[in-house]
């Protein structure tokens, strides 16, 4: 079994979700982490093959 670093995190296990809000008639935007659905917070992804 092979991991590799996960693409969509780049192996921090969380990708940045800009979040968009408003506070009193002010828009905010905020960039919040958000656990990478991709690897599950491991950073790593396993199980890729060359050819399956
Ligand atoms: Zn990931």
Redesign the pocket.
């Known amino acids: 079994m092979i991991n590799t670093v996960?693409q969509?995190?780049s192996g921090d296990?969380y990708?940045p979700q800009p979040l968009f809000s408003v506070v009193d008639n002010e828009p905010h935007t905020a960039v919040r982490p958000r656990p990478?659905r991709?690897?599950g917070k491991t950073?790593t992804r396993r199980g890729i093959r060359p050819r399956d």
Do not use: E, F
């Open positions: 996960c969509a995190c296990g990708t990478c991709w690897c950073g």
